[in-house]
């Protein structure tokens, strides 16, 4: 029994000498960073509800970055603005495009030097003629 503890003790004096080593090894090793792209500072998530006006609008961000969102119109002119706090991760609001008109809308999410311009193009009030008929009557 006393061997077997012998070897054991052994085993763990050799093993804790040669970790030093081990660990100098990796930290001296440089990393290549110029291989990796950068991370971007937030994705989006974006779709219409379907057989309605309303548009989800989904982000999910990095930590310690403002993100903005804007609603403008076809002019430019902004309709709507939120901002993402620095400590916020996860942003959800549904747009309602019901009341406004037709046209072209931008929904611009920016953060920095990121910024990104998804459209929204509104057509409810399409007119088309109707297929001609032709009634037969029988008696």
Do not use: C, W
Not at 6 to 14: D, F, K, M, S
Not at 114 to 130: A, F, G, I, P, S
């Amino acid at each position: 029994m006393k061997t077997v503890k012998q070897i054991v003790i052994a085993l763990a004096l050799g093993l804790l000498l040669n970790v030093p080593t081990f660990a100098r090894s990796i930290e001296s090793a440089p990393l290549p960073t110029a291989n990796y792209p950068e991370k971007p500072a937030f994705q989006i998530g974006m779709y219409q509800v379907i057989h309605s006006l309303n548009v989800n609008v989904m982000i999910e961000k990095v930590l310690g970055q403002r993100v903005t969102i804007e609603v403008l119109n076809e002019r430019g002119e902004v309709l709507h603005r939120d901002v993402l706090g620095k400590k916020q991760r996860k942003y959800a609001r549904t747009l309602n495009f019901s009341e406004m008109r037709d046209g072209q809308y931008d929904v611009v999410i920016s953060s920095g030097d990121q910024r990104v311009v998804r459209q929204v193009q509104l057509d409810t009030h399409k007119l088309y003629e109707m297929p001609q008929r032709l009634l037969i009557a029988e008696n």
